[in-house]
């Protein structure tokens, strides 16, 4: 049995506007970024989309596309019993 799921895992908001600045939407995307990091994932494997609208929100997420197979459930969680 393997507890690996292969699914992307993805950190989204929207921010309506007026609720924002160049300067918070990069904090809100590093933010972002540390917590998918903190998951497991590598740089190589996260992918950021931005969508600014014509009505001033924007769209943010940050995503982790797994890889198909990381392995047996021992490299999943380290060789401990779950």
């Excluded at 908001?13 to 903190?38: D, F, K, Q």
């Excluded at 797994?66 to 019993?81: I, L, Q, Y």
Aim: glycine share 8%; no cysteine.
């Amino acid at each position: 049995m393997t507890l690996y799921q292969p699914e992307p895992v993805e950190i989204s908001t929207r921010i309506r506007p007026g609720e924002w600045t160049e300067e918070s939407l990069e904090t809100l995307v590093a933010t972002y970024h540390t917590r998918i990091m903190e998951m497991g994932a590598n740089m190589a494997e996260v992918s950021t989309d931005i969508e600014r609208n014509d009505d001033g929100s924007v769209k943010v997420a940050v995503v982790w596309n797994k890889p198909a197979n990381a392995g047996d459930e021992d490299a999943v969680t380290g060789g401990h019993t779950v």
